[in-house]
């Protein structure tokens, strides 16, 4: 089990990546893992997992949250994101939102390549002036 921040970091960063070589994208090739990590110290993974009926595919950050959600989890600390390419693979707009629901603005957010970690945000830089759970209170 990790210790630091470091080595959490590093954990989140693997299981993304592990969650990405598994991710069903027969269509698009187009392989996503997401990783976060929740509140009771466990890492909880997804990938995208594509249907021959396009627009039902769902992304690697839902799987991941459903996971979490499954592990009677709902806060999320950091959260790491891992895809194929070039360009680094953030969240898409969806997405961000649905991290939102579950993550301050202030989560770390780590967008990662087969290659590793590529670059380390925040949910607040993604989605700035977000509107969360807080507005509904
Ligand atoms: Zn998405």
């Known amino acids: 089990m990790p210790k630091n921040a470091s080595e959490l970091q590093q954990a989140l960063i693997n299981a993304a990546t592990i969650a990405m070589k ?5 269509y698009s090739q ?4 997401a990783a976060v990590l929740a509140e009771d110290g466990k890492i909880y993974s ?3 997992v594509e249907n021959a009926a396009y627009p039902i ?3 690697a950050e839902a799987g991941a949250i459903s996971a979490m959600i499954n592990g009677c989890q709902t806060k999320i600390t950091a959260i790491a994101v891992a895809g194929v ?6 969240p898409c707009g969806g ?3 649905r991290i939102r629901e ?8 780590f967008i990662c390549g087969p290659d590793g970690l590529r670059h380390s945000t925040t949910l607040a830089e993604l989605l700035p002036m977000s509107f969360g759970p ?3 209170s």
């Not at 598994?22 to 027969?26: K, T």
């Not at 187009?30 to 893992?33: L, P, Y």
């Not at 390419?85 to 953030?90: A, I, N, V």
């Open 102 to 109: 579950f993550a301050e603005p202030t989560a770390p957010v």
């Open 30 to 33: 187009f392989q996503v893992g």
């Open 57 to 59: 595919g769902s992304c």
């Open 134 to 136: 807080d507005n509904l």
């Open 46 to 48: 997804g990938c995208n």
């Open 85 to 90: 390419g070039d360009k680094l693979c953030t």
């Open 95 to 97: 997405c961000r939102q």
């Open 22 to 26: 598994n991710a069903y994208a027969p």
